[in-house]
């Protein structure tokens, strides 16, 4: 068989590359990468954050400080692995800005306009440099966290869109660089309690009991499953798939569709 991707488990030669890796998400999925044996870049824009994920590591994790939304940047840093012989196999495209719910006349160019850089062209420049060069080599992996609001969005007028698109990159960007032999996917979470997320909770601003009754199985995400589903994606076991966006959301989709329906009764 082609081993178009990366092994599952064990060595799978080369290090995975992990954008937003100090944030709740990012760094669940260092971690289980790190436990299936991957060499782990953490990638985040906020080094106070990264210094803490690294020790969460257990220090054995190197941080790169960057904003994915510079492309030269990251042109840059990826030019330094390439004299240092270091090779970027895995990119998860995790680094992102969550949005308040607001009416779509409050949604300030500003604001709209970063999340858009994050979000959208982040993961675009990302791909462009690291799965470029994993082209190049014949092998590799990405996905992209996208979200539920990929594919039902959520009136969240900057970030919904955002997450659309990032969906649409992910099967354009599988059929660019599928011959050259790498998969690109998507997963897309549902609620996740992260620590922000979590935080959100205890302030009262999202009701657990509201969002979990719209879950087929009754609770919310635990960043462990996203980082589950991206490791299995990643591995060799997922050899014939890409360009799909995998849904990690409790049933999230499935349920809450279907209580719109009984909505609808007289
Ligand atoms: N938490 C959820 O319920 C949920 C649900 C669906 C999708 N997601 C998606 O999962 C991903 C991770 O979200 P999270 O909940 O862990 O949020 P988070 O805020 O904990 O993590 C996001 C990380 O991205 C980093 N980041 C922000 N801007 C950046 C930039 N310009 N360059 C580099 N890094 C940057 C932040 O510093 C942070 O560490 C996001 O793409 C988010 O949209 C989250």
Redesign the pocket.
């Known amino acids: 068989m082609s081993r178009a991707g990366p092994a599952a488990g064990g060595a799978p030669g080369g290090a995975a590359l992990i ?10 999925i260092a971690l289980r990468l790190q436990e299936e044996g991957w060499p782990v870049i953490l ?4 080094e106070a ?1 990264l210094e803490k ?1 690294q020790d969460a590591c257990g220090g054995k994790a190197r941080t790169l400080a ?5 492309k030269d940047t990251l042109e840059a840093a990826a030019q330094g692995y390439d004299e240092e012989g270091l090779t970027v196999s895995a990119l998860v ?6 949005q308040d719910v607001m009416t779509l006349e409050d949604l300030e160019p500003e604001r709209n306009r970063r999340i858009w ?3 959208y062209f ?1 993961a675009l420049y990302c791909t462009q440099v690291f799965a470029g060069r994993m082209a190049a080599r014949g092998r590799g992996a990405v996905v992209n ?5 990929e594919q039902r969005p959520l009136p969240l007028y900057a ?1 919904a869109p955002t ?1 659309v698109a990032l969906g649409a990159l992910t099967q354009l960007s599988a059929a660019e660089y599928g011959p050259s032999g790498v998969r690109v996917n998507a997963v ?10 979590k935080q959100k909770i205890e302030a009262g601003l999202r009701s657990t009991d509201a969002l979990e009754s719209h879950c087929a199985l009754g609770r ?2 635990e ?1 462990a499953e ?1 980082a589950a589903a991206v490791a299995f994606l990643l591995s060799n076991d997922a050899s014939a798939i890409t360009g799909v966006s995998l849904p990690v959301d409790c049933g999230w989709l499935a349920r809450s569709h279907h209580m719109n329906f009984h909505d609808l009764k007289a």
């Open positions: 954008t937003g890796g100090a944030g709740g998400i990012g760094l669940a990638c985040d824009i906020d954050a994920a960057l904003d994915v939304s510079d495209n995790g680094a992102g800005l969550l850089e994050v979000n982040g966290i996208t979200s539920i609001n970030y997450k897309a979470p549902g609620f996740t309690l992260t620590p922000l997320f919310l995400v960043p996203i």
